[in-house]
């Protein structure tokens, strides 16, 4: 009889150390393939199990090893069906012979490289958020509007006739007439029956009268007491009670606004792309459905899909106005603001007429900001003009007449991006914004 | 009344198991091979396994316990992957040279395959560990465990202390020379006790927080040296390094100039692992053929008795049948020969020779043929040899016959391959002696000594590689692998090609080009 040990319950995982040593030690070319996918893949499907191929440089397992198909060497093979001694074989071209399949604790192969394996989604998102500089995601709540649903919660002893509640009521008065000993109705019938029977008797005895009078009493002590104890009482009564819950949201909507104009070229949609991705992570953390509406505009705007979107190019002028307009029409053929959270990306290089602009603050004032969670607007600058602008309100004339709406609105948001660290930080002055506000 | 008698002699039915029938069927197996096989074995040990546990357990080369590096995850994540998408099946066992025997079961096996297993691994396997010659020597199986947890916890510490980019530097440089870190031709020195390395490891940290760069005493050079004295001094250098040393690691561990005594002990570490296996790798034929016979005959005696019954047996069967399969060298399936199919047809054949010899196994092999007792038989060859010399030994020219085994001659500057020999009367011999030079583990690794140091001047480390037959080595480990000998020497390395007959240095590299 061995010694049977059960190991199944040990903590799993054993390797999973191991394995974030490994992806540590490739992090470069890893973030290499990761920015890469991100800028050819979906902006939804960012949140999802990503396959990257296994990065060869940095986690090479050199050892001295025999070259392949150098030197004199002998294979011995099985299965031979024709061959006699002294046959000549033309040799397979780019093989070594028939090579075992050896493999030690140290053996690696080219072999070894050519295959996927699946980043999980925190892997995958650590390596994508490196660049943007990210603090802990978990500190971070983004705000939302809470509609209230009422839920029953218990009972209560006051409350609008309507929320009686028959039952429990009924329960109290039945206990409290067992308690304070209520005369059923059967007493009393069986009382006023005797009573009946012996007033009828024609001649009553003595004895007779004497129990009719004791019966009388009796029967109006019961009448006495049954009026006194009521059948129900106020004491008894029990409403339903009602609690308002907050009710999250559950949807989103994000709508994705890019000028698209000739002036925005690969770099600047790459910024744009991962700006909007960004936003779509952090509502994905919040909202159990999230729709993402795409609006590029020139002189006119369309709403498009996500592929026409970042890479059709289309050339025009550029109004800016027209695609704020292109939104309200779909918040309010699709997207009514009770139902939905409404959230608006803008990304543009700041081109616009001057009059547009004007127009452009007066909408947001009017009517888009009143619908809208939270409006980002980055603009999309060279390295070079970064730190000539700065942090002044000097800019483009669309930035000009932003910084007006900005002032007015403190869930609308403005920043001007140069490179993908420059992202984060539109997020976080939103946040602190509402941390602060929480404080008071 | 008789179904129900032989029903209830079946030690299980069905596929599910439990503790019970695998103890019950544990003891039925231990009867067959202690008493009827007359097998030596290390107590065991089992333990049941989850399938992701099977997984972590290879990442980490098959050891309970493993220090933390990154090339494991690397080839976890590898098998994983193969795993998942169901290009290589799990293994239904594995087991650990340790005393007591190791045996995983994976908790997914139905209680045929778990018998399978517990016939293979507890009593094949770890008969063979326990009583083949090159275990004994090499492997101390009861200070396996205990030496691997010293490992795990003391480079867990260093981690701590030294940061984990600079111990996985000398692990990563440690593990390019795995291959060379054995002694091939002497026994190498056994596991200190417990007790033992606590001192030692006293000693260094002392030695650590004692040692003053003020004691230093080098002698200065010499000005002027005549060639001869020159040689003399080469020669006494060598001599009292015991050069020219096959086993890089002990030499470096030894030897090296500017390891710190931690560094040392990690370099000793890998070193230690790598002998562990040393015998593994020139045993794999043997000891799966081994496996391989044990399990299948114990399966079969219990179901002559009545013990297992048929669906059983059809399953085991259908697992033994995938495992020994060999396809031929045309098939797509072909990766080599198969180590099982090679290892359990030599041990039936010997069983053969022993009980029904032809005339041609009485000419081949006078010692044995006929000798009506192939269990000792076996048992003697499972003891004495290892693959090279097993197959020398015992592949009959029937084997060669039935596997139709034919030698490939490849000369590198020739467009064909040349047959130079097949299973016929001339050729036996010659494939014979092919298929056993081909397990030669000491000659299909690169042979790589060092040559040459001088400690007093320039410390350049001179390795030499022995060219046998012309087989060189590949250049792009050549370098890398270069480059970390000189991590751990500290000074500049350089390996000379050698060529084995003529002693012509073929080429010469040194970890300091920038060659790549």
């Known amino acids: 009889m061995p010694n049977y040990i059960d190991r199944r319950l040990n903590p799993k995982d054993k390797s999973l150390s191991n394995r974030q040593r490994f992806l540590r030690r490739a992090r470069d070319e890893l973030k290499r393939i990761v920015n890469d996918q991100i800028t050819s893949g979906k902006i939804t499907d960012v949140d999802g199990d990503h396959a990257v191929p296994v990065p060869v440089r940095g986690t090479a397992e050199p050892s001295f090893q025999h070259a392949q198909g150098s030197g004199r060497r002998d294979h011995v093979l099985p299965g031979n069906k024709e061959f006699v001694t002294g046959d000549r074989l033309p040799k397979p071209s780019g093989q070594g012979g028939g090579g075992g399949a050896g493999k030690g604790p140290s053996g690696s192969g080219g072999d070894e490289d050519d295959f996927r394996f699946v980043l999980s989604r925190e892997e995958f998102l650590d390596l994508f958020f490196e660049d943007l500089e990210l603090p802990d995601l978990i500190k971070l709540n983004l705000k939302e509007v809470v509609s209230f649903k009422s839920r029953r919660a218990g009972y209560t002893i006051a409350g609008a006739p309507t929320n009686i509640n028959v039952g429990r009521t009924m329960r109290n008065s039945f206990g409290r007439r067992i308690a304070l000993r209520r005369p059923k109705l059967k007493e009393l019938d069986s009382v006023s029956e005797e009573l009946a029977k012996l007033e009828a008797k024609p001649q009553p005895g003595a004895a007779v009268r004497a129990r009719i009078a004791l019966l009388r009493e009796d029967l109006a002590k019961l009448r006495r007491r049954r009026k006194l104890i009521g ?45 909007f991705v960004l936003l779509h992570l952090f509502l994905k953390r919040r909202y159990e459905r999230i729709d993402i509406v795409f609006i590029r505009h020139t002189h006119e705007a369309q709403e498009v899909d996500e592929e026409t979107f970042f890479y059709s190019t289309q050339s025009g002028g550029t109004v800016v106005s027209t695609a704020l307009k292109e939104m309200q029409r779909v918040i309010e053929e699709r997207y009514p603001s009770k139902e939905w959270n409404i959230y608006a990306a803008q990304a543009s290089d700041g081109d616009n007429g001057y009059d547009d602009s004007d127009y452009c603050t007066m909408l947001l004032n009017s009517e888009v900001m009143r619908l809208c969670q939270y409006y980002a607007y980055v603009e999309i600058i060279d390295e070079r003009e970064s730190h000539i602008f700065g942090s002044t309100d000097n800019g483009t004339s669309l930035w000009r007449s932003y910084c007006k709406v900005g002032e007015k609105w403190p869930n609308f948001q403005m920043t001007r991006i140069a490179k993908p660290s420059d992202i984060y930080p539109v997020f976080r002055k939103l946040f602190a914004k509402q941390q602060a506000s929480k404080g008071q | 009344m008789e179904k129900r008698a032989k029903a209830s002699s079946l030690l299980f039915s069905g596929s ?42 290879y990442a980490s080369i098959g050891m309970p316990l493993m220090y933390q590096h990154w090339s494991f995850g690397k080839h976890f994540i590898h098998e994983e992957h193969l795993y998942r998408k169901g290009r290589r099946g799990l293994a239904y066992e594995l087991v650990i040279n340790s005393n007591p025997c ?5 908790e997914e096996n139905t209680m045929a395959l778990q018998a399978l297993v517990t016939a293979h691994a507890a009593f094949g396997h770890n008969h063979f560990f326990k009583n083949n010659y090159l275990f004994q020597q090499w492997t101390d199986a009861g200070a396996i465990l205990n030496y691997m947890e010293f490992a795990k916890t003391y480079i867990a510490r260093c981690e701590e202390r030294h940061g984990i980019a600079a111990v996985e530097q000398i692990l990563d440089a440690a593990h390019a020379l795995m291959d060379q870190a054995v002694f091939r031709y002497r026994r190498p020195p056994r596991l200190s006790s417990e007790k033992e390395r606590d001192r030692i490891r006293e000693r260094l940290e002392y030695e650590e927080q004692s040692f003053s760069d003020l004691w230093r005493t080098l002698p200065r050079r010499k000005e002027s040296i005549t060639p001869s004295e020159a040689e003399r001094e080469a020669q006494e250098r060598k001599k009292f390094l015991n050069l020219p040393e096959e086993n890089l690691l002990y030499f470096l561990e030894k030897n ?26 020139q045993t794999k034929v043997m000891n799966e053929g081994c496996a391989t016979f044990v399990h299948y005959t114990i399966l079969n005696t219990l179901f002559d008795q009545g013990k297992v019954g048929e669906g059983t047996m059809l399953e085991v069967l259908q697992s033994h049948a995938n495992v020994v399969f060999q396809p031929n060298f045309d098939d797509p399936r072909y990766s080599g020969l198969n180590p099982y199919a090679l290892g359990f047809a030599l041990m039936q054949d010997i069983e053969r020779i022993c009980m029904k010899p032809t005339s041609e196994d009485r000419d081949w092999f006078p010692d044995f043929a006929g000798n009506g007792d192939w269990r000792a038989t076996l048992i003697d060859a499972w003891a004495n040899h290892r693959d090279e010399s097993f197959l020398r030994q015992y592949l009959s020219p029937a084997l060669i016959r039935k596997f139709r085994l034919f030698v490939l001659a490849d000369e590198p500057d020739d467009s064909h391959y040349k047959v130079a020999s097949i299973h016929d009367e001339r050729g036996y011999d010659k494939v014979r002696s092919a298929i056993a030079n081909s397990y030669d583990v000491g000659a299909n690794r690169p042979d790589i ?8 001047g320039d410390r350049h480390l001179r390795l030499q590689h022995m060219v046998q037959n012309g ?17 751990l020497w500290g000074y500049n390395v350089s390996l000379a090609g050698v060529d084995a007959e003529s002693g012509n240095q073929l080429y010469e590299v040194s970890a300091d080009e920038t060659a790549n």
């Open chain 2, 449 to 456: 000594q060092v040559a040459d140091v001088d400690l007093l």
């Open chain 2, 471 to 487: 087989v060189v080595l590949a250049e792009a480990g050549r370098q890398a692998t270069l480059r970390h000998v000189r991590r």
């Open chain 2, 16 to 57: 599910d198991w439990n503790f019970q029938t695998l103890s019950r069927t544990y003891d039925a197996i231990e009867t067959v091979a202690l008493d009827d096989l007359k097998l030596d074995v290390y107590p065991n040990q089992m333990e049941i396994i989850s399938s992701e546990q099977m997984l972590d357990a």
């Open chain 2, 102 to 106: 190791i045996v995983y079961l994976m």
């Open chain 1, 231 to 275: 059948y129900v009482d106020p004491v008894d009564i029990r409403f339903n009670r009602f609690e308002p819950q907050p009710l999250p949201n559950a949807k989103a909507v994000m709508f994705c606004l890019m000028d698209v104009s000739g002036s925005m070229g690969e770099r600047e949609k790459d910024l744009a792309k991962r700006f």
């Open chain 2, 256 to 281: 090296s100039l500017i390891l710190e005594p931690w560094q040392r002990e990690l370099v000793r570490i890998v070193r230690i692992v790598a002998q562990y296996f040393y015998p593994q790798r």
